[in-house]
């Protein structure tokens, strides 16, 4: 038998913004910082893949609905989890910005490789790849934020946050 009801939801184990004000204002500084220099759609596929990676529930929700709210296509946000197997639905440059969103997103695995950084500086000019890298960098710090604390997807609606 199935139903429909589903689980409570869990508050948050607690609230950056208000326990840590000057932390989470400096967060939002950087995060403004970053968000020139990069076209937006590809911005927006970095925050969602790393968001994946990192298993945020709460950005991925966030970012995905910017995506879709800004045009991007469902399908490419729907295969955005597998692209390295739907990478026709991708230019080369996004393909080399999500190859090196996953490289430094891991760093369990390693050093982010010389021909993983290579190919993305062949599509990107040296001031937009650090744009690029500055971007990985502060969405991780996010999904810190939001995977520790645990914040609850499925209340952001784009443009009233």
């Known amino acids: 038998m199935t139903t429909t009801e589903r689980l409570p939801v869990q508050p948050p184990r607690l609230t ?6 000057e932390a989470y204002k ?13 076209d937006p759609a590809l911005r927006q596929l970095v925050l969602i893949r790393a968001s994946q990676i990192n298993h945020c529930a709460f950005c991925i929700d966030m970012h995905s609905k910017d995506a879709l709210a800004a045009g991007e296509t469902t399908e490419r946000v729907i295969q955005l989890s597998a692209w390295h197997e739907s990478k026709h639905f991708y230019t080369a440059k996004e393909v080399a910005a999500l190859e090196l969103t996953e490289a430094v997103t891991v760093l369990t695995d390693g050093f982010v490789p010389d021909d993983v950084f290579a190919r993305a500086a062949e599509h990107f ?37």
């Not at 950056?16 to 004000?21: K, Q």
Request: glycine share 6%; no cysteine; net charge negative.
């Open 26 to 38: 400096a967060m939002i500084r950087l995060d403004a910082a970053t968000r020139h220099g990069l």
């Open 125 to 161: 000019e040296e001031a937009e790849l650090a744009q690029l890298i500055a971007t990985i960098t502060v969405i991780n710090a996010w999904n810190r934020f939001a995977v520790t604390t645990r914040m609850v997807p499925g209340e952001y609606v784009p443009g009233k946050h």
């Open 16 to 21: 950056m913004a208000e326990l840590a004000p």
